[in-house]
């Protein structure tokens, strides 16, 4: 059975820093592309930044230099450290394979950037 599980969200202020992790299980974690996405209200679900299986990464233009995905072979868990969080930031964050697989998506973790 295929589970993927994120938690690290919160509430936070404008600035502010957060770290989200994403445990996977049931898959070769080594051999898949992995993704965060979100979602905001009334807004489509986005990619927010991928990783590679060989490590390459690639981020959406809107958190190029301030959002960092990493990944954690031994643990299988992927990660995005979110820093300079702003309110258009506010949304569920997600964690998928690249591209995403529809029974995959779990129930995400809630991020708010508020002051």
């Known amino acids: 059975q295929v589970q993927l599980v994120e938690s690290g969200g919160g509430l936070v202020q404008p600035g502010g820093s957060l770290r989200l992790s994403c445990a996977v299980s049931?898959?070769?974690?080594?051999?898949?592309?992995m993704g965060w996405y979100r979602q905001a209200p009334g807004k489509q679900r986005e990619l927010v930044a991928g990783?590679?299986?060989?490590?390459?990464?690639n981020y959406a233009d809107s958190v190029k230099g301030r959002f960092t995905i990493s990944r954690d072979y031994a643990k299988n868990t992927v990660y995005l450290q979110m820093n300079n969080l702003k309110p258009e930031d506010t949304a569920v964050y997600y964690c998928?394979?690249?591209?995403?697989?529809?029974?995959?998506w779990g129930q995400g973790t809630q991020v708010t950037v508020s002051s």
């Open positions: 990783i590679a299986s060989t490590g390459n990464t």
């Open positions: 998928n394979k690249r591209p995403p697989r529809l029974d995959y």
């Open positions: 049931g898959i070769t974690f080594s051999s898949y592309a």
